[in-house]
């Protein structure tokens, strides 16, 4: 019988490896001990001239190797590590490596939404194959569509039950779940549907590719309601500074705010600080520095999350049976 090679026979392996670049190394941490693994050693260095140099101190010849390195800021640099990183151990004979990426940058560049314009995204999938990935693992992709960029299988995970589970347990009163935008509505409605709650929308107004976007109206009731704002991710927070205006001019109670990623650009800090909200909910998939908190942010981990899919996936049991898929 003709073997399907090393990259598709799980029999060949000879082990797990985890390797961390330097973009989220407490998330890496994390994940390493919630499988009693440690992280594998290896050098990233940046030169003067900003070329990144990687070694790895043992070998992956024959390994099941699971790269953790998110994409966010300094995006240009953490990406080029990530890519250097996967070569690497291309280059020294892993058996399968599978890039494990919470956040994966230019989400928002999917489609030619105007003339002359790159789908950046498609781009940085073929990179992420080039360097040397046979799998990705990613959490919330900003459009669903990117999934199929990639030429090579992964696993696009949400942090929805996370964060809805988090929620649940409040006991908000009369909830009402609002999208910042009709874009989000589909993930927001799953919200709705967990907390047994109405759905209300911000409609808003974006012109071309400028990062600012104008709130026209609230779509729904949110007057008397504590109301919990839901997004997929948060970078200068206009929208949803907006959102949280619009509905408290409505007459919303106590507002709370749910996104997975938080990029969160200059100003958005700033900004979250000077809003009347009860609680910002956020998860790791982007490490947030000491500067960055504020005293009504809570962070959750998806650590948990991504070391029992790499789990399954090393031992070729189904990802989708966790959420009862």
């Not at 590719?209 to 026209?216: C, F, G, R, S, V």
Request: negative net charge.
């Amino acid at each position: 019988m003709t073997s399907l090679g090393p990259h598709h026979d799980r029999e060949l392996y000879t082990g797990i490896k985890l390797f961390s670049g330097t973009a989220c190394p407490d998330l890496a941490q994390e994940i390493a001990a919630c499988l009693e693994l440690p992280l594998s050693g290896r050098d990233i260095i940046r030169f003067p001239n900003e070329n990144i140099f990687v070694r790895l101190h043992g070998s992956v010849r024959g390994q099941d190797v699971y790269l953790i390195q998110t994409t966010a800021s300094p995006v240009s640099h953490n990406v080029m590590e990530m890519l250097i990183t996967l070569n690497t151990l291309k280059l020294d004979s892993a058996a399968r490596i599978t890039a494990v990426i919470p956040y994966l940058a230019y989400g928002r560049s999917d489609k030619k939404d105007q003339p002359r314009v790159p789908i950046t995204s498609r781009l940085l999938a073929d990179l992420i194959e080039v360097a040397g990935a046979d799998r990705y693992v990613t959490v919330d992709l900003h459009a669903g569509q990117i999934q199929g960029f990639f030429s090579i299988p992964g696993d696009a995970l949400t942090a929805f039950h996370i964060l809805s589970d988090y929620f649940v347990h409040k006991s908000l009163r009369e909830p009402v779940v609002v999208t910042a935008d009709l874009g989000f509505a589909k993930k927001g409605r799953n919200f709705a549907a967990k907390l047994n709650a109405p759905m209300a929308f911000v409609e808003k107004r974006r012109r071309g590719n400028d990062a600012t976007a104008e709130a026209l109206s609230v779509i729904g009731d949110v007057a008397g309601h504590d109301v919990l704002i839901v997004d997929d991710e948060v970078d200068t927070a206009g929208s949803v500074c907006q959102a949280v205006e619009i509905v408290k001019a409505h007459g919303a109670r106590d507002i709370y705010l749910s996104f997975v990623h938080a990029v969160l650009s200059d100003p958005a800090v700033e900004r979250l600080r000077a809003l009347p909200v009860k609680e910002i909910v956020m998860t790791n998939t982007i490490p947030l520095p000491p500067e960055k908190r504020l005293p009504n942010m809570t962070v959750l981990s998806i650590a948990p999350l991504l070391a029992e899919v790499i789990k399954r996936a090393h031992e070729g049991r189904s990802v989708g049976e966790m959420f009862n898929e």
